[in-house]
């Protein structure tokens, strides 16, 4: 059973930046195995959703329209670590940032096919 674990979230002015961190322990370390990861966010009172997500190779991203050219995920198998560097921040992007995966070739691009989640951490951008 694959544990993620998340850090760098925390408080920051419109137009600032920061970056996420996850790292991943336990689990199946056979290189059959393939792990995409993806980030996922939940704002108060709104529905969780996809933000940006990564092949096992990094070679393929996905990323929301919201936060495309602004955001960055990349992942270092060797540290077992995915990151999201996030730039150009807005009020809106506040929320609770989870990170997620899955065993799979493909990368899931919705919340509900992910399988394993991080306790998740706070991103509040003031204006």
């Known amino acids: 059973q694959v544990q993620l674990v998340e850090s760098g979230g925390g408080f920051v002015q419109a137009g600032g930046s920061l970056r996420l961190s996850c790292t991943a322990s336990?689990?199946?370390?056979?290189?059959?195995?393939?792990?995409?990861m993806g980030w996922l966010r939940q704002a108060p009172g709104k529905e969780r959703e996809f933000v940006a997500g990564?092949?096992?190779?990094?070679?393929?991203?996905f990323y929301a329209d919201s936060v495309k050219d602004r955001f960055t995920i990349s992942r270092d198998n060797a540290k077992n670590s995915v990151y999201l560097q996030m730039g150009s921040l807005k009020p809106e992007d506040t929320a609770v940032y989870y990170c997620?995966?899955?065993?799979?070739?493909?990368?899931?691009?919705?919340?509900?096919?992910?399988?394993?989640w991080g306790q998740g951490t706070q991103v509040t951008v003031s204006i």
């Open positions: 997620a995966a899955k065993k799979a070739q493909r990368v899931p691009t919705t919340p509900h096919e992910y399988d394993t």
């Open positions: 336990g689990g199946n370390s056979r290189r059959t195995d393939t792990i995409v």
């Open positions: 990564i092949s096992w190779t990094g070679g393929v991203t």
